[in-house]
């Protein structure tokens, strides 16, 4: 009887063990996939960006309070026109599982004055990210990091 039971637990669980390494390798938050975080720009002023503007997103973790070692991922797109798209890649190994990331934005000029930005970090789950809409609101042209 007792050997019945352990073939029969065997055959059973074979198939999950299985089912788990499958799961794994299509799960979006895997550690070998990289997750795509998409959407736009935009802000409320009916001024158009100045020409060489560009666009910086940053996918942040929202436990640090130092903002230089809390990015995860950043990038910068031109922005000729509102609203601005953006696609932003992320290493999955880079995403730890069961943290809050927010993602912000600035406007920078030609010069790198910050015209417009996120007033706080948007949060984004990361595990099935749909695509965003960040309002930026106006700054005094600071140059900021």
């Known amino acids: 009887m007792r050997r019945m039971c352990l073939t029969v637990c065997a055959a059973l669980t074979m198939p999950l063990a299985a089912c788990q390494g499958a799961d794994r390798?299509?799960?979006?938050?895997?550690?070998?996939r990289t997750v795509t975080l998409q959407g736009n720009a935009s802000y409320l002023e009916k001024v158009m960006p100045t020409p060489g503007s560009m666009l910086r997103v940053q996918v942040v973790d929202t436990r640090h309070?130092?903002?230089?070692?809390?990015?995860?991922?950043?990038?910068?797109?031109?922005?000729?026109s509102v609203p601005i798209p953006f696609r932003l890649e992320i290493e999955g190994k880079k995403i730890e599982p069961n943290v809050q990331y927010g993602v912000r934005a600035s406007l920078r000029d030609v010069d790198d004055k910050v015209r417009f930005k996120t007033d706080t970090a948007v949060p984004v789950d990361?595990?099935?990210?749909?695509?965003?809409?960040?309002?930026?609101?106006?700054?005094?042209?600071?140059?900021?990091?």
């Open 65 to 80: 309070p130092d903002a230089a070692l809390a990015v995860l991922a950043e990038d910068s797109f031109n922005a000729s």
């Open 126 to 145: 990361l595990k099935s990210p749909a695509p965003l809409e960040l309002r930026m609101v106006p700054t005094s042209g600071e140059k900021i990091e």
């Open 25 to 32: 390798a299509d799960n979006p938050s895997s550690p070998a």
